[in-house]
């Protein structure tokens, strides 16, 4: 199970292990092994006589040590103790070529066979086990894997018929039962699309006459009204919806609850095998708040009830490096970093948390060569007079299922932030940004967006040598004065967009120009056939349809073009799927947000969400299209869409062809666009020498 997570041994690890840094480096290390017969917290931590917990290690650990730790399940939250300094620092590292998993999960233990009187109403009790807990659990997972909550429908959504303010909706569809009684003790899970997620409120009462639930409380803070037109539910968490393998349902008790759960497959002693974030990781499993330099090596860490790696919401961190590291499945943040300065998070995989890594009120923070995503809601957030930002070099991907899902976000007075040589795929949108100023973004590669790839909120922004192709709205938003009482006031202008490739693969602007601000050798392209403006002022007050337009009516765009970029292979057509009907999608339909034009045809092939699978079209409607084979599931958010045309396979190169009007026309002679390889970054290499700069992920 632990052998050979990682490609490339950590080198603090290797040189300590070997012996091959001088003995002024280190002060000492200090070995923890979990599995070792002779593991002890009493012991000293050498080889043969380890500690058997990372935490007894840290307390031991002083300026210039190393906790060496060797391949195991640690189930144990880490609070560092002490600091090291400059030059040395405390560093706990994964042993060469070993798993280390520190996780802030339990075992679920006292499970019992259902009998047909413990699960009455369920066919299927045979199959079931049962176990008490003492707190509603936020999330289970078996093997790993996240457990799905019974519900109905199986996959999918149901429609909202009519809202009536926050507490009732009617669904005469589905709500048909002549009992008033039909509902008792279940649960609504209702998208709170402005708060970002899935909602369960119990049901307080059922109106067959008005096809009409009644909620327990109000669903939203946000909202005013439950929106038929946006909104969507499943009935949820009841013992007569579970009704096959990976489920669970929980049913409240003075003392917690009392889950059932139909597990995929049991351990040598016919038990389940399901583990919930525990009480111990609140504070996160690896907390180094009010630190200093301290390096985290090679480790894994997972199923936090909170934050993976955590500096605490009031104390921050100093001179901090988190490498070579996998935070998964925190029920928060893969990593949070609040407050601190000279931190730095490198060759990392973080995904499955609700955010990957967020940052406030950082200054100097370095993010280079991770690959984040997917998260269920963003990739990075940086907010609240953070300077100084460096987010060079990362993989950013596949975040857009709830909420206001963005590959990366930054607000709250952000200042001197550069982006750099980053890849960003299949977003909500690609960045979001409010109230940032003297931002440099620089030869990233924006693919594939529900709604805008690139949004700059602020003032004084270069933006150039950037490629940004695929998304169903305006690919950019460039702009626009910010004033919000008692923060600082941003003019909207002073942009430079210079040397990109925007192309959004559908008839649409391309961008917004604003006073002081300033566009040259930039290639756009919205198609042949597209008759929409490619460039336009706020609030649509001037537009321009041509690059002569642009020239006279904005002064800029003198050495720009209207053209096809000629990438290697990419659509012929971007859009996504309609908001509005999610819950009227299935695995072979999708309704599209706005009319098509016939730009998709029966006999086309499409592809879905990026996930590399080609089907073929087998209807289209006004706003829908049909097509073969079936996804997995229904989507549960909004899904993208892809037209390859005829050709029957599917695959997105960006790289430029040898006739590209791209080539060699930029400023100075150079070529416009990106330089970045999509598929290099796909496989972890940000180098392009071919090998991968990140650890492997396990296949558990």
Request: proline share 6%.
């Amino acid at each position: 199970m632990f052998a050979m997570f990682y490609n490339r041994p950590c080198r603090t690890a290797v040189l300590v292990a070997l012996g091959l840094l001088p003995a002024a480096a280190f002060a000492a290390v200090y070995t923890v092994d979990s599995s070792h017969k002779s593991a002890a917290d009493g012991n000293p931590g050498t080889p043969d006589k380890p500690l058997i917990s990372i935490s007894a290690a840290a307390k031991l650990a002083k300026p210039g040590d190393t906790v060496l730790i060797q391949g195991g399940l640690y189930r144990e939250s880490l609070t560092v103790p002490n600091s090291g300094v400059p030059g040395k620092p405390i560093t706990y590292a994964a042993a060469p070529g070993q798993r280390v998993i520190l996780t802030g999960a339990d075992r679920v233990s006292g499970w019992n066979k259902c009998t047909q009187a413990d699960a009455p109403g369920n066919p299927h009790f045979a199959n079931l086990f049962m176990a008490e807990l003492d707190a509603i659990p936020g999330k289970l997972f078996e093997n790993s894997k996240e457990l799905d909550i019974a519900c109905l429908p199986r996959a999918g959504w149901w429609p909202i018929n009519e809202g009536f303010g926050l507490t009732a909706f009617s669904d005469p569809e589905n709500f048909t039962q002549s009992d008033v009684h039909a509902w008792d003790g279940w649960t609504v899970g209702i998208v709170d699309d402005a708060g970002g997620s899935t909602v369960a409120v119990e049901v307080a009462g059922y109106d067959p006459a008005t096809h009409k639930i009644t909620l327990a409380r109000p669903y939203s803070q946000w909202r005013k009204q439950i929106d038929a037109k946006r909104d969507r539910y499943r009935m949820q968490n009841h013992l007569s919806a579970l009704v096959s393998p990976g489920q669970y349902v929980f049913q409240k008790t003075e003392k917690g609850c009392r889950v059932y759960v139909w597990p995929s497959k049991l351990d040598d002693g016919g038990q389940p095998v399901i583990e919930v974030p525990g009480p111990r990781s609140k504070a996160g499993v690896v907390n180094f708040g009010g630190k200093s330099h301290i390096v985290f090596d090679g480790l894994e860490v997972c199923f936090s009830q909170n934050n993976g790696f955590d500096t605490n919401s009031s104390k921050g961190a100093m001179d901090c490096l988190i490498q070579n590291c996998y935070a998964h499945d925190n029920l928060r943040y893969g990593v949070l970093l609040a407050g601190g300065e000279r931190n730095t998070v490198r060759h990392c995989n973080i995904r499955r948390n609700s955010n990957g890594i967020v940052a406030y009120e950082c200054a100097d923070l370095i993010l280079e060569e991770n690959d984040i995503g997917p998260n269920f809601i963003d990739g990075i957030d940086i907010a609240n007079h953070p300077r100084n930002t460096r987010i060079v070099r990362n993989f950013l991907h596949d975040h857009n299922r709830w909420g206001h899902p963005d590959n990366l976000q930054f607000w709250g007075e952000c200042d001197g932030t550069v982006i750099d040589s980053n890849v960003f795929l299949n977003a909500g949108q690609g960045i979001m940004s409010e109230a940032t100023g003297n931002t440099r973004v620089i030869n990233n590669l924006f693919v594939g967006s529900h709604a805008v790839l690139l949004i700059c909120g602020g003032e004084n922004w270069e933006i150039r040598n950037n490629t940004l192709v695929a998304c169903a709205t305006m690919p950019t938003n460039f702009g626009g004065a910010q004033s919000n009482p008692g923060r600082k006031a941003y003019s909207g202008g002073g942009f430079n967009v210079t040397g990109n490739i925007i192309a959004p693969l559908h008839p649409t602007p391309l961008f917004t120009m604003n006073p002081d601000s300033k566009s040259d050798y930039n290639l756009l392209w919205a198609g042949e056939d597209s008759t929409r403006p490619l460039v336009i002022s706020p609030g649509w007050k001037t537009v321009a349809q041509s690059i002569d337009e642009i020239r006279k009516k904005f002064n800029s765009e003198h050495h720009g073009m209207r053209a096809d970029p000629r990438f290697a292979s990419v659509p012929d057509f971007f859009i996504c799927s309609d908001y509005g009907r999610i819950a009227l999608c299935t695995t072979t339909k999708l309704f599209i947000r706005e009319a098509f034009d016939g730009r998709i045809a029966t006999g086309d092939t499409v592809e879905i969400d990026f996930d590399g699978v080609p089907r073929g079209v087998t209807g289209v409607g006004k706003d829908f299209i049909t097509f073969e084979p079936a996804m997995s599931g229904p989507p549960e958010t909004l899904a993208t869409i892809a037209n390859w045309g005829k050709r029957k396979t599917v695959n997105w190169d960006l790289r430029l062809q040898a006739d590209s009007p791209a080539l060699k026309t930029n400023e100075g002679g150079g070529n416009i666009g990106s330089s970045l390889n999509l598929d290099n970054y796909r496989k972890g290499d940000f180098n392009g020498d071919g090998k991968r700069d990140l650890p492997e992920i396990p296949a558990d």
